[in-house]
């Protein structure tokens, strides 16, 4: 199973929040060892690859993206031999390992920015008017008057990718997990390391300059000279065997723009959030995919989609829904390309929406009242006593109970059996993964359409039932069926066409 250098084209990649996905020690903070108990659930769920956010040496200012020793694990998640042998039982469990890498900003426990090495930060005299992303001013003042550039939160300065030094030191680390056999990377904030030459004003302080995942165009973001740095990069990945793969997380403002980060000489995906951006609605849906893979082709990889991730509310409440998530979620499953799936959306979790302000945890919240921490609430495992936790580091709603992966366990209806038989699916049946995909004639509220060997997949966006237009016997649908052959509204259909018709 492993082996196929390629293998990332039409991958499942299911993200790992380490503090959230499982606790093995009962401090309330997910760790590695959690995650290795968890392998035969992630085998059954049929995933070819997990992902894991990070959980490197960190003070937890920014959930563990705010890195103080990119070679070593932070003791809430465990040790560096916890993690060769989960590498090592990952591999055996025939699912690969993609590890999160945080370029752009370290920590300010970082030792180079507690040692005052400020040539490999951003410091200047004065500030200009760029603005965090956290909200407020992107700098900060130390003692002597200077200001540092940070992004984010100030406890995460942005490094100086004009110095050489940091650039060394960054292909070492790729090299550090690379020797200890990760199949991958994701690259945080891709598109931010290289800033505008003179740091430009942007001219613009509203408070909301740029937005996560926007696309805005600010001279902290998407500058061509990001570019050198994947060209340094990939010869590395591709000197080790196994088809080794890095991952962008770029907001930029086009799929056109987007596409540059991708190729033989650069990385070899980038996620496609406007996927995850667009609503519920054929119309919506159709745009983003039509644009996606047009892109894509231009640079001959395929496109990847998601749904959920620990930067977003969850897509069962973004979309309205349970029905809606199933739907969508069959819909992105039968897409050409590789699709990433995040934690606990195999089950069907909503956004947390109540949790207490004197719980929450994130930075953005503190500075601008976003917060992420709905979608970052622990995993129920078990359907009583805690749901598989001891005092978790965000409640666990009680109502999660009926959700938790042992109550679904033995339900065929269960969305964590729905996951299941589509990835099943997706590994067995000769159209889905990779490939092409035609648009068949449907109404405005509905998508159709075919994968080669006759694969029809049908979306009911609108109110009313539909007819799917083709005759075949179903294969899989997001939700029940009546027995006229019509597909409700908020659901998908997978459709093996009959031969004849
Ligand atoms: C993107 C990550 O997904 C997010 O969680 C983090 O806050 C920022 N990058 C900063 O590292």
């Known amino acids: ?34 995650v290795r108990g968890r392998l035969p659930y992630l085998a059954r769920l049929g995933v070819d690859a997990i992902w894991l956010s990070p959980f490197y040496t960190s003070p937890m200012a920014d959930g563990g993206y705010d890195v103080a020793d990119y070679r070593d694990v932070d003791p809430m998640f465990g040790s560096l031999g916890d993690f060769d042998a989960l590498v090592a039982d990952t591999h055996e469990a025939g699912i690969r390992v993609i ?110 300059q740029a937005e996560m995942l926007g696309g805005e165009q600010v001279p902290y973001f998407d500058q061509d000279g990001v570019h050198a740095i994947y060209r340094e990069w990939r010869p590395i990945l591709d000197s080790y065997p196994g088809g080794r793969m890095a991952v962008a997380e770029a907001w930029v403002s086009s799929p056109e723009r987007l596409a540059r980060y991708i190729g033989p000489d650069e990385l070899h995906q980038a996620f496609n959030f406007d996927f995850m951006l667009a609503d519920f609605h054929a119309k919506s849906f159709r745009t983003v995919i039509e644009k996606s893979l047009k892109e894509a082709e231009t640079v001959g990889a395929p496109t990847t989609w998601v749904l959920s991730n620990h930067d977003r509310p969850r897509h069962v409440t973004r979309h309205g829904g349970l029905a809606r998530a ?10 050409p390309g590789s699709a990433y799936l995040y934690n606990g959306e195999e089950l069907g979790l909503p956004e947390v929406l109540d949790l207490p302000d004197d719980l929450r945890q994130d930075p953005a919240f503190l500075r601008r009242g976003d917060s992420r921490d709905g ?30 992966a042992q109550a679904q366990e033995d339900d065929p209806g269960s969305t964590l059996n729905l996951y299941r038989a589509a990835l099943r699916m997706r590994k067995e049946h000769p159209a889905l993964g990779g490939g092409t995909l035609t648009w068949l004639d449907s109404p405005e509220d509905v998508l159709a359409i075919e994968r080669d060997p006759g694969l029809v ?37 997978w459709l093996q066409r009959s031969t004849v018709g």
């Open 99 to 208: 590890v999160d890498l945080v370029p752009n900003h370290s920590s300010d426990r970082h030792p180079w920015f507690q040692a005052g090495l400020r040539d490999r930060y951003i410091f200047r005299d004065r500030p200009n008017d760029w603005e965090s992303i956290f909200g407020g001013p992107a700098w900060t003042q130390v003692e002597d008057g200077q200001w540092y550039l940070h992004l984010f939160a100030p406890e995460q300065p942005d490094l100086n990718w004009e110095n050489p030094e940091v650039r060394a030191e960054f292909r070492d680390i790729l090299r550090f997990w690379l020797d200890r056999g990760v199949d991958g990377f994701r690259i945080d904030v891709a598109h931010g390391m290289v800033k505008a030459a003179g740091l430009p004003d942007v001219g613009a302080k509203d408070g909301r």
């Open 457 to 493: 997949v049908v979306v009911n966006t609108g109110e009313e039932p539909v007819l799917p237009g083709v005759t075949g016997e179903v294969l899989l649908s997001s939700g029940p069926l009546p027995r006229d052959g019509s597909v409700p509204p908020d659901t998908t259909v």
């Open 326 to 335: 199933r739907a969508a979620t069959l819909l992105m499953l039968a897409l």
């Open 375 to 404: 979608c970052r609430v622990p995993i129920p495992w078990t359907g009583s006593g805690g749901m598989g936790w001891t005092d978790p580091w965000l409640p666990i709603p009680a109502s999660w109970a009926a959700l938790s």
């Open 1 to 34: 199973m492993l082996g196929n250098d390629d293998w990332w084209r039409d991958a499942v990649v299911y993200q790992v929040y380490p503090r959230s996905f499982a606790d093995s020690d009962g401090d309330g903070v997910g760790d590695l060892e959690g």
